[in-house]
């Protein structure tokens, strides 16, 4: 009898096609480094925001670990014609509140994102200009012109699909109790304490599924972070600053999962953004390319993140499909920046004053580049604000460099458009040049990475001697979890997929 | 802040200008500076202070070498001879920080307790003076900005004012000045009840004379004693503000920033937020101290 | 005594009115554009940073948006959370048992270490005891409470494993869990009020040990510790009370630093965030009910005294 229960629960076992699956009764903690904003994929702003969506909500695209756009909701795409995509969906699945999940449910969420008061989705599928439903599992989008980016769009937050009905009745409280069709519904938030969510049994990939709830708890202190990890009160930490590594690598009970981010850091030069822009390094390309050539990338990455992050001199991480092998940083060249200061014809030292959001790591880093540029004759002041004082301060000119990160987008679009293209928001510096608009608009015309890359790494030429931006390093995915946490499959953005976790016995 | 409870139960010391029949040996001044000289704990405290005024003084002779020199090569190592209390983040000696550091802080300390006096002081003196509506409309200024949380207010005037060290003194002198405030009313309405300032009036004296001559020498020692412990405070409230980066610019040490930094490295490297925090810790150590051994001195009932 | 509960009662709106327009006006000052911060990472597109503008309200007069957030108020409707959309009331009432637990129990140490050494540093005056005692209370002084709060968290937490580091459980959750989780940060907030309970016990206890009541009893023969305790503690501990009632009040802001250090998502964390967020509702709310209870708090203090010391009274 008993030989026969165990051959039945082997073969359960063989049938959901995994080894060594424990009974999964079981609640997976995971640690979050802020608190994430409202949970409506409308009206949400924040990187730790997708995270928790990922838990709720399935999107019509995903990315894959090699960050290529698989099917998710969607089963399909095709252009029809560079302004007609047709998706086709997948049958069979239903959100958490029993709504079917079907074209209609595409059509409203996508209208949701254009139209609703405070929808932060608008610019981003802004393209489309018509959504037709052909039958119960195929849309249509019709663009207003070619949008190459707008798939990625679908892989991210525009892409997730909420329940019609639901939506409706809630309205804009919709993100306080959000119904998707992900693999765990939303239980309870309490802000800034914890988001519960529990399994969602008629998910239409729930074999993928192994825990019974989900909470998501932000801790700000990344010290504070580990020591919960290291005392199992989380299951899981999302990211581990770079210094608490070897921590993590020393504790037999822990493992590590680490990958290139697509995020990256850098410095905004004020060139043409008001009064504030008439400053030497605002007016002289030269001197921001001799600021550059002071700053050891390598030795500033090793100092402040143990070497752990990416030295880059382009947008795109090394780990992206746009990224071009060809633009590297320089090495550290103070007789070169020397020249490059005289050739300015600005008597050193020059004085730059740098605002830094007052995050220690990153004062930290401000301080090693004051100290890497001053023999180039440049004396940098830091002024550190808190992060959204320095925002401000940047949208407002306010300001002559500015050190500030990217979460980084999967698609180069999204990390060089709005940064560099004249009149756009995170242009805080209002660069403008017509060489580089042209190429930026060229690359959203184009379907075919390989050419977008080519057009990508002609414009790299130009921004690199301009210098509106220096970029820095890229960062790292630092995950930390439990040694027993298995089937985690790290993919670039940093976004935890819950799909295919469970814990080992 | 106990200063709330403070301010009514401190009775003045004896006006300067006794009545001719009484005779005393000693005048009242000195009684109290005997008796603060005399106080061991005081005396204590008085070294610490001046240990530390000592050190900010002459930080560019004692510091073994620059605060801002960095060393990469040089991160985060322990205490050794070569760096008696380790190096920091970014491989600069923390004995030298700790030392340039406690000039943030002292000045922190100091000025902001100058302005909360210079605000605090000449509102409550017209409020216990003139009470009636000068009185209520002051005090209730006071109890709405004591009844929003400190470092609320801090923070968000720091934040307005942009964060730099002159700014956090202002801020925490501005947030700091209804408690000294209150303590000058208290005292003030204290003084009022005794005779000497009804023969004052008597006499013909106008308001203001009787407020300079009589009553402000005689709210003087509560004032000093809210001046000291609020120093202590104070420095404290810097440090608390540079811990959330609203404090000095770097890469100028202040104790709060160092602290702040430090909290990142707790586990590799504990010593980052040893010595600031002793360092603080000792400061302000030294002046409750002395505040106290100034009560003791000036308050003959000995609370 | 009925007319001053009536004058202080009176106080109270104006105060309170007093914090909201100083709140107001301090956060308009406040460098930082909330659309800014709502828009997150989409705050690369200006018309969406734009719109999010017009639809704060941000773009319109000071003094109107205060009347706007006012009426709203006397309505009974403390706004939404910008940041979170959730009424500003149930952040509230979700936070502040959190801090009310926090401050209970700290003032439960605050007692429990300070009383008891006030008492014996007043008994044993000018001993070793007494110097003992006035250490440790200076001590909890002069400790700034993020420093002892970070190295706790390093020695108690990363170090010894005994408590979890942070974080926060509900009583009726899980009771034990919920002690494990605030007896940190409760320690390190009552320490300072520890501190000062300390004090004002030892100065009480001397004043009540020199009363003639006290001789009396002395005279009768009474046990030394019998004396302490029957008769100059119990009236010793009227003014002590009294205090910590007023204590209890500055508990609830001195909770900001502290819930800060060890993650505790309680009041101060909420302002806090609040405030580095520019989620001016929440801001506006947190501080008029923290003010209220300040002010109540202090009302009931004021009574208590009152009662006790009558001569107060013409004051």
Known sequence: MRRTLFAAAAAACLLLGAAPRPASAQTLRIGLREDPDILDPTLGGSYVGRIVFAGMCDKLFDYDTKLDIVPQLATSYEYKDPTHLILHLRPDVSFQDGEKFDAEAVKYTLTRDLTMKGSLRKGQIGAISAIDVIDPLTVELVLKSPDSPLLAQLAGRPGIMIAPGAAEKEGPKFGLHPVCAGPFSFVSRVAEQEITLQRFPGYWNAKAIHFDRVVYEPIVNSAVRLANLQAGTLDLVEYIVPTDVPAVKKDPKLKLAMSDSLGYEGITFNTNHGPMAKSPIGESADLRRAFELAIDRKALIQVVYDGLFTAIAQANPPISQFYVPSVQPRPRDIAAAKKLVAASGFKPPISVTMIVPNSPDLLQAAQVIQAMVQPAGFDLKIQAMEFASSLATAEGGDFQAYLIAWSGRADADGNTYSFLHSGFGFNYGAFSDPAINTLLEQARLTTDIAARRDIYAKMWIEERKEMPIIYLWALSNIVGMKRQLMGFEQVPDGIIRLQGMYMAN | MSSAALAPSLPPSPPPSLPPGLHVPESPTRVALRRFLTHRSAMLGLALCLLFVAIAVAAPLISPVSPIATDWSAIRQPPSWAHWMGTDEIGRDELARVIFGARASLLAGVVSVVIAAAIGVPAGLAAGFARGRTDAILSRIVDAMLAIPFLVLAIALAAFLGPNLRNAMIAIGVTTAPIFMRVARGATMDVMTHDYIEAARAVGNPSWRIAVRHVMPNIFPPILVQGTLSIATSIIAEASLSFLGLGEQPPTPAWGSMLNAAQQFLTQAPWLAIFPGAAIFLTVLGFNLVGDGLRDALDPRGL | ?315
């Not at chain 3, 639809?55 to 403390?78: K, S």
């Open chain 3, 1 to 315: 005594m009925r007319g001053f509960l009536g004058s202080r009662l009176a106080q109270i709106l104006p105060t309170l009115f007093l914090v909201s327009i100083i709140v107001f006006g301090l956060q308009q000052l406040m460098p930082g554009d909330p659309a800014l911060v709502i828009a997150g990472d989409s705050a690369g597109d200006p018309q969406i940073v734009a719109q999010i503008r017009g639809e704060l309200m941000l773009n319109r007069p000071i003094p109107v948006q205060y009347l706007h957030w006012l009426d709203n108020l006397l309505h009974g409707n403390l706004g939404y959370s910008w940041r979170l959309q959730e009424p500003v009331s149930e952040l509230v009432a979700q936070k502040l048992p959190v801090t009310a637990q926090l401050s209970l129990m700290a003032f439960v140490f605050a007692v429990i270490i300070g009383v008891p050494m006030g008492i014996l540093s007043a008994v044993k005056r000018n001993t070793a005891w007494d110097w003992l005692a006035n250490s440790i209370g200076l001590f909890g002084l002069s400790i700034p409470t993020f420093w002892l709060g970070i190295v706790m968290i390093l020695v108690v937490s990363v170090w010894l494993g005994w408590l979890p580091p942070s974080g926060y459980v509900p009583l009726a959750q899980n009771w034990v869990r919920s002690l494990a989780t605030t007896v940190m940060p409760a320690f390190v907030l009552g320490n300072a009020i520890a501190a000062i309970l300390m004090r004002h016990t030892r100065s009480a206890m001397l004043v009540a040990l020199g009363q003639d009541y006290v001789r009396t009893a002395r005279a009768k023969g009474l046990s030394e510790w019998v004396v302490v305790l029957r008769h100059a503690l119990r009236n010793a501990l009227i003014p002590v009370v009294t205090l910590g009632g007023l204590q209890l009040g500055t508990l609830l802001s001195g909770a900001v630093l502290t819930e800060q250090v060890f993650s505790v998502p309680g009041f101060g964390k909420l302002v806090v965030d609040a405030v580095f967020n520019r989620d001016y509702p929440v801001i506006q709310g947190v501080v008029l009910v923290t003010a209220l209870l300040y002010v109540v708090l202090n009302l009931v203090t004021d009574l208590l005294y009152f009662l006790i010391n009558p001569r107060m009274r013409a004051g």
